[in-house]
């Protein structure tokens, strides 16, 4: 090889290598956040996460469904992940159906199916294994099971129809336990928590066991890792933490604890081994405010701040809904009614928040919000 070729290979090693060093260096994608716009024509929009909890808007998939046209599903779990992530299913408020999605990498999402939810205005779903519940809110208010498989398809149980406590107790949420032996609904106008047991094998529920609410008008609710129940009260903006028997039996911990909010709504909690101690946080929608909660060993919860006050989001923002990573390190809350955006903040070992972005241009009819 020729002097000036050698130069020449010399030279273009060396200006690959310069300018793969000079490359910024991106944050890897390790997860998602997606968005129930409950529009009249539905739409799930995805957002992948990036390792600093940042998030990029991946795309707007459609639900084939139709969502109510405004924010007023009043509940938490309109669209929910299977455990391993790879399934995503989501209420069509308007159309009484659901849909069911396959999760791609990057947070794409590929449409599978829906089906008639059984009943008027799903607003909540949960899913534990091959179980799915939705919660119907309106008509004569009940619960309804489904089987899925491994490709999200839905197929109906027969006779898995569960009536709430009274016709129309205005229901916020279901959910399954932890070990999915259980099925919890809130009911806002009763002041009532229901409990149903599951059979794992048939998927029917046995119950209701309808209990009074520690404070009045439980709304949004979450486990803890310790398999505590914390529940928000929209009443008094308040929230309890209750133990729960196999039974079905909630037996409060802490009892109303006032966070000093407008209307306590919707409710998570931290699962992180790092942390020296989980977190619970709750929206308060009147005043644009998130209140923290440190959760002890025994599911006692105490405020974060004696004021109540763990971040103060900006005004008329309402915040609709949470969801947290799968590692617990970032929270994003879904700013509705009137502003539509999508804020993400990073969670301290302490508790403490910080605000990482607040993307704006959500639909204001979107209810609903899920992650991983």
């Known amino acids: 090889m020729g002097q000036i070729a050698r130069k020449s290979v010399f030279l273009a090693i060396f200006l690959f290598v310069l300018a793969t060093i000079a490359q910024p260096v991106l944050a890897q994608t390790t997860g998602a956040v997606y968005v129930n716009t409950n529009q009249t024509n539905n739409e799930v929009w995805s957002y992948s996460r990036a390792s600093d909890g940042t998030l990029t808007f991946v795309g707007a998939f459609s639900t084939q469904g139709k969502g109510s046209g405004n924010a007023d599903l009043s509940s938490q779990g309109a669209v929910v992940l299977n455990r391993t992530g790879t399934l995503l299913f989501v209420v069509n408020a308007g159309s009484n159906e659901i849909t069911s999605f396959s999760v791609q990498p990057g947070g794409q999402l590929t449409f599978v199916g829906k089906v008639r939810s059984g009943g008027q205005f799903p607003n909540s779903l949960t899913v534990f294994n091959n179980l799915l519940y939705v919660l119907n809110a309106k008509g004569s208010a009940h619960i309804n099971g489904f089987h899925t498989n491994a490709?999200?398809?839905?197929?109906?149980?027969?006779?898995?129809?569960?009536?709430?406590?009274?016709?129309?107790?205005?229901?916020?949420?279901?959910?399954?336990?932890?070990?999915g032996k259980l099925l919890v609904v809130a009911e806002i106008d009763t002041d009532k928590l229901d409990t149903y047991t599951v059979d794992l094998t048939t998927g029917l529920a046995t119950g209701p066991n309808v209990q009074n609410s520690a404070g009045g008008g439980p709304f949004g609710f979450a486990f803890d890792n310790k398999a505590h129940l914390i529940v928000s009260e929209v009443d008094m903006s308040s929230a309890s933490s209750y133990s729960v028997s196999a039974s079905g039996t909630l037996t409060p911990i802490t009892s109303a604890l006032i966070?000093?909010?407008?209307?306590?709504?919707?409710?998570?909690?931290?699962?992180?081994?790092?942390?020296?101690?989980?977190?619970?946080?709750i929206t308060n929608t009147g005043d644009f405010t998130i209140s923290g909660f440190k959760i002890a060993a025994n599911g006692s919860i105490t405020l974060l701040n004696s004021d109540g006050r763990t971040f103060v989001l900006p005004s008329n923002s309402f915040p609709l809904d949470m969801a947290i990573s799968k590692d617990s390190n970032y929270l994003y809350v879904l700013e509705g009614i009137a502003y539509g955006g999508l804020a993400g903040f990073q969670i301290h070992s302490d508790g403490s928040l910080t605000q990482l972005q607040d993307i704006l241009g959500i639909p204001l009819s979107a209810y609903g919000i899920i992650g991983n």
Do not use: E
């Open 151 to 179: 490709s999200g398809a839905m197929r109906a149980i027969a006779g898995s129809s569960r009536n709430l406590s009274t016709a129309a107790p205005n229901p916020a949420q279901v959910q399954f336990s932890p070990n």
């Open 259 to 281: 966070d000093f909010g407008q209307a306590a709504c919707w409710v998570v909690n931290t699962n992180n081994s790092t942390f020296p101690q989980q977190y619970s946080y």
